[in-house]
């Protein structure tokens, strides 16, 4: 009777660990399906037609997309069947265009990646996109979910920059919390570009009251339509309109030193 009793209370404790490991299993599963439907949200297709109509953006057609391994397994490639319908709605457009994945536009390998020229090199530059959205994928990005193709706006560019060519413009960034701005800042500081560009830096980030105004006045619009917490970006255009081109979640946008940064 001893040894039943004995292992009796072996296989209750047994049970009650199981119990314990699949209860944290299901925490665990829970908490990672939660993150990644607020990744989720960092897609295009998910912000911009909540914004679309209220302040100034480039026009946008968002096709849905995926990347698949090649034969290799060493390349990603945008299937034939998505690549047909991008190029078919690039037409509607007249080049050069911005083209960017779901989550990321690749913009630092600029005139390899988001920035096309011409039909002839559309499909280069989407494989393009979607290898270098796999790199970012290792530090916490998505994997491709769509394709954005969007109209070129000529924009204030003062000088270029980066392994691509990247055109460095005035751009600002606003950060919002439950429909309220929290704190906005200059999107290229000095610690991103090299020192030979300081003064044009310093003056493309001279901020004066009408801007502000006007980027105050299109980041509370925004802020009416987004819970939570926000990252929104904005450009200058050559023409001197703002346009917002790019929105993310908050706790996962590069954020300076600020007191009212939020971990």
């Known amino acids: 009777m001893a040894v039943l009793?004995?292992?009796?209370?072996?296989?209750?404790?047994?049970?009650?660990?199981l119990k314990e490991v699949l209860e944290k299993r299901k925490q665990v599963i829970t908490k990672h399906r939660n993150n990644m439907k607020e990744i989720r949200k960092n897609a295009i297709e998910y912000w911009y037609p909540k914004i679309k109509d209220i302040v100034p953006t480039p026009r946008t057609i968002i096709v849905k997309a995926k990347s698949e391994w090649d034969k290799t397994g060493n390349y990603l490639l945008i299937p034939q069947k998505y690549v047909k319908e991008i190029i078919k709605q690039a037409k509607n457009f007249k080049y050069p265009i911005f083209v960017r994945g779901s989550d990321s536009s690749c913009k630092h390998n600029w005139k390899d990646t988001c920035f096309v020229k011409s039909e002839q090199v559309l499909e280069k530059h989407l494989h393009r996109i979607a290898n270098e959205t796999e790199c970012l994928d290792m530090f916490g990005s998505m994997q491709i979910t769509s394709i954005a193709?969007?109209?070129?706006?000529?924009?204030d560019t003062k000088f270029k920059f980066f392994w691509g060519e990247l055109p460095i413009n005035p751009e600002r960034r606003y950060f919002i919390y439950n429909h309220k701005i929290i704190c906005h800042h200059f999107y290229w500081t000095n610690e991103s570009i090299d020192e030979q560009y300081q003064d044009l830096l310093d003056e493309m980030?001279?901020?004066t009251d009408e801007e502000r105004n006007q980027l105050n006045k299109y980041a509370c619009e925004i802020a009416?339509?987004?819970?939570?917490?926000?990252?929104?970006?904005?450009?200058?255009a050559k023409t001197g309109q703002w346009y917002c081109i790019d929105m993310a979640i908050g706790y996962r946008s590069w954020h300076p030193k600020c007191n009212l940064k939020m971990v």
């Open 5 to 17: 009793d004995i292992n009796s209370v072996i296989v209750k404790k047994l049970i009650q660990i």
């Open 205 to 207: 980030n001279i901020e």
């Open 224 to 236: 009416e339509v987004f819970e939570g917490y926000w990252s929104i970006d904005f450009c200058r």
């Open 149 to 155: 193709l969007r109209e070129y706006i000529e924009m």
